[in-house]
Structures are given as C-alpha cells and as structure tokens.
C-alpha cells in the first residue's frame, strides 16, 4: 500500500539553526499538510499545500515557518530560526483531492538544544 | 482550543469483547469526520471516517456513529483483539477547510 515518507525520523538541532524536514507524499495525492505534535499535547494543523501554493495555515505557522515543493515528489517544511518549543512531532500528511482522508507518515522527531 | 474532545485517556477492555471509544465537539459547523489509530513511533493511520449526511459507517470490525444533535461520534470495534492496542484520535473536518481538528486521543488495551 502506498505510504507518506518522512525523513529524517530525528533530527537534533541547535537553536537558532535552521532545520529542512522532508517528506514525500503518495504520489498520485494533490493535498499536502504538516502536523506537528507537542509531547502530551494535541497532534495541531500547521499548514496546507496544494497546486504549489499555501492553502491554509494556522497562527502557529509564522514567518520562521515555510514550506516548498521543490521537485514532483519531495514536499519539505522549513524553520528558519528555531526555538526550544519547536521541539515537537512533525507529521506530514497527504490526500487525493480535498476532504478525502489524510495519511500521514510516521514523522520527525525534532529535538532543539 | 478544545474543539474535539476524547474524555476518556485510557480504555482497557477483553480480547472478543466490543471496545467502544467516545468523542464530542463544539463546533456545528464540522461536517466530516474521522478516527485514527496510532502506535507507538508510527504516525496517525487512518481507520475510518463518516460524513455528517450520515449517522452510521460500517467497515469490517469498525464501525463509527455520528449523533449531531448530541454533537457526539463514537467508534466500536467487534471483536477486540490485541493488534488493536493503540491510540485512537479522533479527528473532524468543517467543510471549505483543509486542517482536520484532532482530540486528545484515547489509549486502548485489549487484554488477551
């Protein structure tokens, strides 16, 4: 069954230091979406991606934050500057068209020091 | 933000028997829903969904009801079996967006 890929699967970072987390959605998806997972907290929207451009974002996802389609299969989310609470799960997700069911990847643990 | 609610952390319940996990929202303007399942360092798979036109979706073992009025889902699994030890979300959709709202999620155990 085809599967939403995410690497790395940790990824430990100082802070102030920009991080790339990548992920390749199912390939014949249209709808792209970040997720990220506080520990203990709710898993929250941060953003959603479709025919190259953001659709919808949260108020979590500010400036630090961008995403980008860089070629046909790899959808990446960057954080320019990163701070302690960006430690988090990030999931990256993916659907058909809108309002179909999301997969998700098994995510990025991001740790910031 | 406390949307979509799981009350119950923790479900502990008998291999063959039913499990059945609760969720509530506050926002009438959800129209989808769906419930996921999570193990430990894997993300959110998801199990089954149902549209707010409907009360009822069946898919093999799961089966999710919708109560609009009571502004409540709820999900059955029949039989449990211990494959099914997980994390359950339960997540809802409003109809023009594209983020799904989760719950806090509901930690089930079925016991051989």
């Known amino acids: 069954e085809p599967e939403v890929t995410q690497t790395p699967s940790h990824q430990v970072t100082q802070m102030g230091q920009e991080v790339i987390l990548r992920c390749v959605p199912i390939s014949n998806h249209l709808y792209f979406y970040w997720y990220r997972q506080i520990l203990g907290q709710k898993v929250e929207f941060l953003v959603s991606f479709y025919n190259n451009e953001i659709s919808e974002k949260s108020e979590i996802f500010d400036d630090q934050f961008s995403v980008e389609r860089p070629d046909g299969s790899n959808f990446t989310l960057k954080i320019r500057s990163t701070k302690l609470e960006d430690s988090a799960m990030y999931f990256c997700?993916?659907?058909?068209?809108?309002?179909?069911?999301?997969?998700f990847g098994d995510g990025t643990r991001l740790s910031i020091l | 933000d406390q949307q979509v609610k799981q009350n119950s952390p923790s479900l502990s319940v008998q291999e063959g028997r039913i499990s059945i996990l609760n969720c509530d929202y506050t926002n009438s303007m959800f129209d989808y829903f769906l419930w996921y399942k999570k193990y430990p360092a894997e993300g959110p798979t998801f199990l089954i969904s149902i549209s707010s036109i409907k009360d009822k979706n069946e898919d093999g073992r799961f089966t999710v009801f919708l109560n609009k009025s009571a502004k409540h889902l709820s999900l059955h699994i029949v039989p449990s079996q211990p494959g099914d030890s997980a994390v359950y979300f339960c997540?809802?959709?409003?109809?023009?967006?594209?983020?799904?709202?989760f719950g806090k999620g509901t930690k089930l155990t079925v016991n051989p």
């Open positions: 997700a993916s659907s058909e068209v809108k309002s179909q069911p999301q997969h």
């Open positions: 997540a809802a959709d409003q109809g023009g967006s594209e983020k799904l709202v």
